[in-house]
């Protein structure tokens, strides 16, 4: 029995998904027949078919007949409610399958534990938490947003080996190596969205879409306080939505949504309390320093990305420090180097052997 190795294979599989599920989960699924794989699916797009139907529509019509005998793996405990899709605990009860192994059960409330039920009561033996933890770093955007009610925050920045953030006059300066951007790039295609303080979006103008790398622009995030993003700025272009938090108005302008917030000690829950309703399952959080600076002095993060790059500034805006912090790994981009630290309260730590 296979049980840990075909769970991998489904979470594998699910990654493939990334950047393109949200707000569902990422799921991977394997159909096994004394041990031969004989169908694998997963999740690849918001709104279309669900991994385990993928699955089962992979198989060839020559093994169509083991399906009943066979053994369905899959990443997360199979839906039980009708959405975009009909649910596929029904469909595994349809298809007969003989045995059901899961990774993770559903945090979504219309779900968890419904599926598993749903397969238990039509005579399906079930078993859960196979490489739970591995399966919880897949989906911790997803499990952060359904149970702390928040999207999950990553942080990310890049310093200099001495430790500055930028020059002392705050301008415009390249730290980090271009495959360090390409990966920066990649990065913002898998979160829903990307936030910066004002004085960075005043000071160094960002587009703060992904243009080396394809995929989906992030919803860009503005905390722009008591300041107005000047037209003509990258931020009011149409290249991607924009949600413009600020002391003055409420006002939706075709792709830019300004919201207004107060200046108190909740300010920074209430506006993830708006990206929530918003369906915003993660936020990556790219500077600066004042800006990512509260968050860590709030504990309203998850993970940091640190990217140090090989040069020098002997002067200038330090990065922030952050505590309560556990070095989950770190490597070699060329001649950058990436630290992932994580929260050490968060609910997602980081398992070993994953990918970001
Ligand atoms: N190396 C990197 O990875 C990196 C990344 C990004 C930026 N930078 C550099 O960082 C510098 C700017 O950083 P910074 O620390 O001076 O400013 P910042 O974090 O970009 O912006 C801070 C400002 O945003 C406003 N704001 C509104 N709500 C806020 C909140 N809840 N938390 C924090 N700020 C809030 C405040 O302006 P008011 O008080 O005036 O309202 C605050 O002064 C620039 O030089 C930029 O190039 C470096």
Redo the contacts with the bound molecule.
């Keep these: 029995m296979q049980n840990g190795l075909y769970i991998q294979r489904c979470l594998q599989l699910a990654q493939l998904g990334k950047g393109h599920t949200s707000p569902n989960p990422m799921v991977g699924a394997v159909l096994v027949h004394s041990d031969r794989i004989i169908g694998e699916g997963w999740h690849q797009q918001y709104g279309q078919t669900h991994a385990e139907v993928n699955c089962l529509a992979g198989v060839k019509p020559a093994d169509q007949h083991l399906v009943p005998e066979s053994i369905m793996y899959v990443s997360l405990e199979p839906c039980a409610h009708t959405g975009k899709t009909p649910p596929c605990a029904t469909r595994l009860v349809a298809e007969r399958v003989k045995k059901v192994v899961i990774c993770n059960t559903d945090p979504f409330a219309q779900v968890s534990g419904k599926g598993i039920q749903i397969l238990k009561d039509a005579g399906i033996a079930v078993v859960t938490g196979i490489h739970h933890s591995e399966g919880l770093w897949v989906n911790r955007r997803f499990y952060c947003y359904h149970t702390n009610n928040r999207p999950y925050i990553i942080l ?4 200099t080996t001495d430790g500055y ?2 020059p002392v006059d ?4 390249a ?1 980090t190596n271009q495959h360090t951007q390409q990966l920066v790039h990649k990065w913002r295609t898998e979160e829903d969205a990307i936030l ?6 005043l ?2 103008n960002p587009q703060l879409t992904s243009r080396l790398w394809a995929g989906k622009q992030p919803l860009r995030v503005v ?5 107005t993003i000047p037209s003509g700025y990258h931020l009011l272009d149409e290249s991607a939505p924009t949600l413009i ?1 600020n002391e003055a108005k409420n006002e939706d302008a075709g792709h830019i949504q300004y919201v207004q917030v107060g ?1 108190d000690e909740h ?2 829950n209430n506006i993830l309390a708006i990206l929530h309703q918003q369906k915003v399952l993660s936020v990556i959080i ?7 600076s ?1 968050f860590i002095q709030q504990g309203l993060w998850d993970e940091a990305r640190v990217l140090t790059g090989n040069k020098q500034l002997s002067d200038g ?1 330090d990065a922030p420090n952050l505590p309560n912090a556990d070095l989950a790994f770190e490597t070699d981009i060329d001649t950058d180097r990436l630290q992932l630290f994580i929260n050490r309260d968060s609910n997602y730590p980081y398992p070993g052997g994953m990918s970001l």
């Design positions: 990310k920045w890049a310093q953030m930028s705050r301008g415009r300066f730290i910066v303080g004002s004085t960075t979006a000071n160094d905390l722009a306080g008591k300041h938090f200046r300010q920074l790219e500077g600066g320093p004042a800006t990512l509260r805006i």
